[in-house]
């Protein structure tokens, strides 16, 4: 899951998880940016470097968090391919893990998709995989492809070894057809601008692009042709004071002029917000991806407003 910084990419990515899960799946929800954002919507303890149960979804299912440190992931890979559990704490504690993943960016992110990597491919005793699905609560959208174009970032760092093997594994996981890159935007022009350059970057890449996932639509109040007046600017303001008038809301012709005249302002607004929303919509369907609308949460988005997305997601046949 990505998108643009400010379109609820967290919050979306915590209800597809929690949509997922519904009848009695078993879900991994992975954060990688180090902003303990999953503990934040699910209110909970910040996560430790291990998978936790956070979450029952509807119907029984169980969605578990992980929180992923590029340190510890080193660390882990230093253990699982070099055996050096012990060299790779004293190197941890002189900062040489860090210095690595920092003057080679690539490692860092072939390191954190490693981990998630692993998730998916694990198997319990019978064969059957852990996880029924895993999601990752990915970087923005602007980084997304270098972030996934794992086989690329390493090819500077290594040809042949274990760090080319394990970018060859994770690779093979990233672009596989189980695999689907979702973006969440606001019907505004950034974040969609941004959204159809992220999926056109991820065909160019040859990257698996899932759906768009239309973050907090406000609903249509007015009928059509109120909506239209007041878009062009015909709106009439005089209507209002009637109406006031007849409902018995204002005492006096003056309280109802100035009453209706507010009103009136909230009416354009709402109406040109209304035909901004309806260009995005038709940009967007120029991606030719699966599309989906989540509703503005009023109470905002906390633990109930968490499982209300994820039903409309089922709903809307996303999960």
Do not use: W
């Not at 559990?85 to 893990?97: Q, T």
């Not at 998916?120 to 019978?126: A, L």
């Not at 409902?247 to 005249?261: H, M, R, V």
């Amino acid at each position: 899951m990505t998108g643009k910084g400010g379109t609820g990419k967290t919050t979306v990515a915590a209800a597809l998880a929690l949509a997922l899960a519904a009848g009695g799946r078993k879900v991994l929800l992975v954060e990688v940016e180090g902003r303990q954002g999953i503990a934040q919507v699910f209110d909970t303890p910040p996560l430790p470097y291990e998978e936790r149960k956070i979450a029952v979804a509807p119907d029984g299912g169980d969605v578990y968090a992980l929180a992923i440190d590029p340190e510890e992931a080193m660390l882990e890979y230093v253990e699982m391919f070099y055996g050096m559990k012990r060299a790779g704490k004293a190197l941890n504690k002189i900062g040489l893990v860090d210095f690595a993943t920092t003057i080679a960016p690539g490692l860092r992110d072939v390191l954190v998709t490693g981990k998630t990597s692993e998730a998916v491919r694990r198997r319990d005793k019978s064969g059957r995989r852990v996880y029924d699905t895993v999601v990752m609560d990915a970087p923005p959208t602007g980084r997304i492809t270098r972030f996934l174009n794992v086989t690329s970032e390493v090819a500077g760092l290594a040809r042949i070894g274990p760090v080319k093997n394990h970018a060859d594994l994770v690779r093979g996981v990233v672009a596989s057809p189980e695999t689907a890159v979702h973006f969440v935007t606001l019907l505004e022009e950034m974040p969609v601008q941004e959204t159809l350059d992220g999926i056109q970057s991820l065909h160019e890449a040859k990257l698996p692009v899932g759906g768009i996932f239309i973050n907090m639509v406000r609903p249509e109040l007015l009928p059509e042709a109120a909506l239209d007046a007041a878009a062009d600017g015909g709106f009439d303001a005089a209507d209002l004071t009637l109406g006031l008038k007849a409902a018995g809301l204002t005492d006096g012709a003056a309280g109802s002029s100035s009453i209706a005249e507010a009103l009136a302002a909230e009416v354009v607004e709402h109406a040109q917000r209304t035909a901004l929303e309806r260009r995005e919509r038709q940009t967007l369907a120029e991606a030719t991806v699966p599309r989906y609308e989540l509703p503005l949460l009023p109470e905002g988005a906390d633990l109930a407003g968490l499982y209300e997305l994820a039903e409309t997601m089922c709903s809307q046949g996303a999960a």
